[in-house]
């Protein structure tokens, strides 16, 4: 296996959740969907050791970059969920209230949002579809990274978006909140007026979640448990800075995340609080992974401008000891 220095530090924290994870589903004696989760990283894996074929013949980079970068992403989205369940049931207080209080002091209300924008039905299915592009976007702007050679961006991109992850995991568990869909109802007619991602059913079991833990997992069904900071919103920021510098691409990317903003909150069930968190965090983490890349890229041998050395030449040509 070939991977270059910032493939390899995913590569190797995929494998320490990996680890982590069987180690605390044994413990915990967590019945899983064997079958749904080897089906899933099976995907993942084979899209890595695919990319490794490609690489192997020298000429195809580019597409050997996209898919070890997609095969990664998968990879670390199932250890990375997985990990994230571990922690329940929730062991400390939840932040919700605060939330909403500060909501309050701006203005916001997540039911009385809702309904009104289920007044306008048009509106609230527009902002469920665009709220489910989240992922899609990630894929195909690692595709596009990939395809047109930029693999400095896409290892960027990559690990803004892993480190991302394990801090937003990490400060939930320490700072749980559930989402405003656990403590607020909504009128009977709106969820029959427009869909709704995550409504007040989702908030219910996040309860639910919350004080009886998990006895089953499968990918089918996993629930995102991360309400501040909004990883939606750490994703859509993620995607705008670095989508590729095509006139037609960057039109369709900020107009779905703009628009990505009230989705959160209306078909996310977030706190308008969330938000401003998930932005916050992406202008933490995005400049340290970055430099974190470089770091990485330098020392395996590429020099600051990018452009690759002997040693990082000799990286394809030889095996490593």
């Known amino acids: 296996m070939h991977f270059l220095p910032v493939e390899r530090f995913v590569a190797s924290i995929i494998a320490a959740l990996f680890v982590i994870d069987i180690a605390l589903v044994g413990f915990k004696d967590i019945q899983i969907d064997v079958v749904g989760y080897c089906l899933s990283i099976g995907i993942g894996s084979g899209l890595v050791f695919l990319g490794q074929i490609y690489r192997a013949r020298k000429r195809e980079e580019k597409m050997a970059a996209a898919l070890i970068a997609a095969g990664l992403f998968i990879l670390f989205s199932i250890c990375g969920s997985i990990f994230n369940y571990m922690f329940l049931p929730v062991r400390f207080s939840l932040i919700d ?10 203005g916001y209300d997540w039911a009385r949002s809702v309904t009104w924008v289920a007044s306008y039905p048009l509106i609230g299915t527009l902002l469920f579809f665009v709220y489910a592009t989240s992922l899609p976007q990630l894929l195909f702007i690692i595709i596009v990274l990939g395809f047109t050679g930029k693999i400095r961006q896409l290892h960027q991109f990559l690990l803004t978006g892993v480190l991302g992850a394990l801090i937003s995991i990490t400060f939930w568990v320490f700072f749980p909140t559930y989402s405003p869909s656990a403590f607020q109802e909504l009128p009977a007619w709106v969820p029959q007026a427009m869909p709704l991602a ?29 309400g501040f900071p909004s990883f939606h919103i750490f994703m859509a920021a993620m995607s705008v800075y670095f989508v590729p510098r095509y006139r037609a691409v960057i039109l369709v990317i900020v107009t779905l995340n703009l628009l990505m903003l009230p989705a959160v909150l209306i078909q996310g069930a977030h706190h308008l609080s969330d938000v401003f968190g ?30 690759s050395n002997v040693l990082v030449r000799s990286f394809w040509s030889f095996p490593e000891k």
């Open 278 to 307: 998930g932005v916050l965090l992406f202008a933490i983490v995005c400049p340290l992974s970055i430099r974190l890349a470089k770091m990485l890229t330098f020392r395996a041998g590429e020099s600051p401008s990018g452009r």
């Open 97 to 106: 209230e605060m939330l909403m209080r500060i909501d309050g002091w701006i």
């Open 198 to 226: 995550l409504g007040p059913e989702y908030g219910r079991e996040l309860v639910r979640l919350g004080h009886e833990g998990v006895r089953y997992l499968t990918p089918r069904n996993v629930e995102g448990l991360i």
